[in-house]
C-alpha cells in the first residue's frame, strides 16, 4: 500500500526504514565516541537512551532521567538499564538489544550502590572495558559518588556533548519522520486554533488540541505543560495554560506539538479574537516578517547567528528590537525537545555554528509590548529543515492573515 506525503507517493516501509535508521544512529554514536578516546558511556537522558535503545518508555512525572539507562562501548551493541516495568518488552519485543536489565529507581543511595556493584560493574566487564574514561549524560550526585567508590579505575567525564554531536546532523532516514511529527503537529495547532473563542478558557482549548494529539498517534505534546496563552497573559509570556476566559480582542497564542516515534515538531502559532487593533496587526507583521527574514538565510555556510541577526534587524526595523522576549530565538530539534545548536542565545558560551545540510530548527521570534489592550504578545513559530539549496519549511499551519499589516 502507498503512502502519500510530501512530493512523492512511497512505500511505508521504504520511507520509515527502522532497522537501518537504528543501525546509522548506532553507527554514529559508536564513531563520535572513538574520536573523544572515551571507552564506555552510561547514558540516563530520554532521548540519548531511545537515540540508542529505540525503548519507548513509560515516563513517570519527575523521574525521567531516574527510570532508564543505557551502556556502550565504541565496539559493543547498546545494553539497556531499564525500569523492571519495560524488561519484559525488551526481552521478548525488541531482539536488536544485546541484553537488557533491570535497575531500581536511580535515587536511593543503597539502591544506586547495589546497582553499581551487582549490575554496572558486571556488564561493564562483559564489555571488556575494566577502566578508562566512562562517560555521562546527567546523574544524580548519588551515583557518581557510588561510582568513584566502587570502580576506581574509571574517571568519569562528559558524554552529552558526545551524543549531541551525533545528533546534530540528522540522517536521511530521520527526516520523513519529523515530517509525521510535522503533520500531526499541524493538526494538533489547527485543532487548538479552531477552538479558540470568546467564552472558552485556555484548558478548554489545550484539552481539545491534546485530544487529537493522542487520536493521530501521538506520544505527548513538545512542551509537557501546554502552552495556550490568550490576551494579557502574553505580555508578558504565561509559557503554560490557565483556567482564562479568551475576550474579544484578544491574541491567543497556541505551542503544543507533538512527538511521533521518538521525534518532536515544535509548532506555534498566535491568532485573534475579533478584530484585532492596529497595534496588534503591527506586532504581528514584524515578527512574522522577522522569522521569514531568518528563515531566508538558513542555508549552508551560513550561520546561526546569521539567522538571530537577520529577524532581529527586522524585528528592530518595526521599531520592536527591545521588544524581543529574552530566550532565544530558536533552536534545533529532532529526538530531542531542545538541543543544539541555539539561535539567538545570547547568555555566556553562546556558540556560533556553521549551518549544515539535514539540520532541522524550531524558529520562534516572540516580540510582546505591554499595555496594550487584548494583549500585546506574538510568537509565530516554524519547522524548518537545511537542505543543500533553499530551506525547507516543513510545518504547515496557515498564518494569520488578519493580523498582517
Known amino acids: 500500500m502507498g503512502y502519500a506525503k510530501g512530493p512523492m507517493a512511497v512505500d511505508w516501509e521504504e520511507r520509515y526504514d527502522f532497522v537501518a535508521l537504528r543501525t546509522k544512529r548506532i553507527a554514529k554514536v559508536r564513531a563520535e565516541l572513538r574520536g573523544s578516546d572515551l571507552d564506555a558511556v552510561l547514558l540516563w537522558k530520554n532521548e540519548n537512551v531511545r537515540y540508542l535503545t529505540s525503548l519507548r518508555a513509560q515516563i513517570i512525572a519527575y523521574k525521567a532521567s531516574s527510570l532508564n539507562g543505557v551502556l556502550l562501548s565504541p565496539t559493543s551493541e547498546p545494553v539497556l538499564l531499564c525500569s523492571g516495568g519495560e524488561l519484559d518488552k525488551a526481552r521478548f519485543g525488541m531482539p536488536w538489544l544485546a541484553s537488557s536489565h533491570a535497575i531500581p529507581i536511580m535515587e536511593q543511595r543503597e539502591l544506586v550502590d547495589g546497582f553499581v556493584t551487582d549490575i554496572l560493574t ?43 554531536r551525533a545528533r546534530l546532523i540528522k540522517l536521511d532516514e530521520e527526516i520523513p519522520i519529523i515530517e509525521e511529527a510535522c503533520a500531526i503537529g499541524d493538526s494538533v495547532t489547527q485543532r487548538a486554533l479552531d477552538e479558540t473563542r470568546a467564552g472558552r478558557r485556555e ?50 497564542f497556541i505551542d503544543i506539538g507533538a512527538m511521533w516515534n521518538g521525534y518532536f515538531a515544535d509548532i506555534g502559532r498566535t491568532t485573534i479574537v475579533g478584530r484585532p487593533s492596529r497595534r496588534q496587526k503591527e506586532i504581528y507583521t514584524a515578527v512574522y516578517e522577522g522569522l521569514m527574514a531568518g528563515i531566508a538565510v538558513m542555508r549552508p555556510g551560513r550561520t546561526n547567528l546569521d539567522v538571530a541577526n537577520a529577524i532581529i534587524a527586522k524585528v528592530s526595523k518595526h521599531g520592536f528590537g527591545d521588544n524581543l522576549f529574552s530566550l532565544f530565538i530558536g533552536h534545533g530539534i529532532g529526538i530531542g525537545a531542545n538541543e543544539p545548536p541555539y539561535i539567538g542565545e545570547t547568555l555566556p558560551g553562546a556558540t556560533v555554528y556553521e549551518l549544515r545540510p539535514n539540520m532541522v530548527f524550531a524558529v520562534e521570534p516572540l516580540v510582546w509590548v505591554p499595555d496594550v489592550r487584548g494583549g500585546g504578545g506574538v510568537r509565530i513559530e516554524d519547522m524548518v529543515l537545511v537542505t543543500d539549496g533553499d530551506p525547507r519549511i516543513l510545518s504547515r499551519v496557515e498564518y494569520e492573515e488578519r493580523l498582517l499589516m
Open 122 to 164: 558486571p556488564q561493564l566487564r562483559e564489555l571488556g572495558v575494566t577502566g578508562g574514561r566512562l562517560g555521562i549524560d546527567q546523574a544524580n550526585l548519588s551515583l557518581i559518588e557510588s561510582i568513584h567508590k566502587h570502580l576506581p579505575n574509571f574517571q568519569l567525564t562528559d558524554a552529552d556533548t558526545v551524543m549531541q
Open 203 to 252: 484548558c478548554d482549548v489545550a484539552g481539545d488540541a491534546l485530544q487529537t494529539l493522542y487520536y493521530l498517534g501521538g506520544e505527548m505534546p513538545h512542551v509537557i505543560t501546554p502552552y495556550v496563552a490568550s490576551g494579557e497573559h502574553m505580555s508578558p509570556p504565561h509559557r503554560l495554560c490557565t483556567d482564562k476566559v479568551i475576550r474579544n480582542q484578544d491574541l491567543c
